[in-house]
Structures are given as C-alpha cells and as structure tokens.
C-alpha cells in the first residue's frame, strides 16, 4: 500500500517538474505546495480507519476519572472521554512518571501543564458529551488529568498504564 502510494506520490512530482518546465518558472513553488498538499491529504485518507486501534472509555464524573487507573495496549489508541458528571471536565494526557497526585502546579493549584508531556486531550467536554482523541502510546506510564479551575485540587486525575 505504502509503497504504492509512494510510487503515485513520485508519478505526481515527475509530472509537476514537466509541467514546470514546459510551463516556465512562474508558478513552479504553487504547483509544489499544491503537490504536497494533496499528498498529505491522499494519505490521511488512507490511513483514516484506525485498523487495529484500541478505543478506551474514560468516564469523567464530577472530580472523578471512571476507572482511575487504567491501561491500555501499545499503538494507536483512541480515548473516549465520557462526560456523566453534572458539569464540564476535561482529559488531559500526558507521559509521566510522576505521581498523579503530586504533579507540579501553579500558584492557582492548576497542574502547570508546560512541566508535562502532554499526548492528547479531550478538552471542554459538556455534561452527558463524549471528547475523543486518538494516541500513538508506546509503553510507559502516563497520567491523566481535569484541568479545568479547581477540579485537580478536587481529585480528578488518574493513571493510564501502557503495556
Ligand atoms: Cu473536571
């Protein structure tokens, strides 16, 4: 499939450098760009179904991820964020080592979330709303977080073990 595309994508810049000949200068660098772009776009579409991914459903109640610790398979994951609280929450996932409970902060009690690896995040998610994000975890400890004012201060974080 790859190498498929591969020989698509050099077909395609083979006909462009033609084309910029035949055509002169003007106008080569849009063609460029518009060669890759389209590039790009045959790609994700290609690769869209996430085959084989793993799909994990967080619940987030208020101050709580459903489970707390959780795991999950190495590769490509998609984490659904499902919002049964009354009010909105936030996962934020980030690769740490740290424990969940004693990130580093800011003055406000927030998690400061510059110290940290962040890997994705359902950000904003509203009471009976699912946030979805997907992954490409490798092995390792992660934790996960609601950063929303006063909600970490609360208890809403958790642990995702990758294996
Ligand atoms: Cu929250």
């Known amino acids: 499939m790859r190498k498929k595309f ?10 462009l450098a033609l084309g910029a000949v035949a055509s ?7 063609s460029a760009s518009t060669a890759a772009e389209s590039s790009e776009a045959t790609e994700t ?8 991914g793993e799909t ?3 619940e987030m109640d208020d101050y709580k991820f459903i489970p707390a610790d959780a795991t999950a398979k190495a ?3 998609t984490i659904d964020a499902e919002n049964v609280g009354a009010m909105p929450h936030e996962l934020v996932l980030a690769k740490s080592d740290l424990d969940p ?9 927030e998690v400061d979330e510059s110290a940290l690896d962040i890997v994705g995040e359902a950000a904003d998610v509203a009471p009976g709303d699912t946030g979805s994000f997907s992954a490409d975890l490798e092995p390792g400890s992660y934790v996960m977080i609601c950063n929303l004012p006063g909600h970490y201060a609360a208890g809403m974080y958790g642990s995702l073990t990758v294996k």
């Open 6 to 15: 591969l020989l698509i994508a050099l077909g395609a810049v083979a006909l």
């Open 24 to 30: 002169g200068c003007g106008g080569s660098d849009d």
């Open 45 to 52: 579409t290609t690769s869209a179904p996430a085959a084989g």
């Open 56 to 58: 994990l459903t967080i």
């Open 75 to 77: 590769g490509s994951v």
């Open 101 to 109: 409970a004693k990130l580093p902060t800011t003055s406000n009690g």
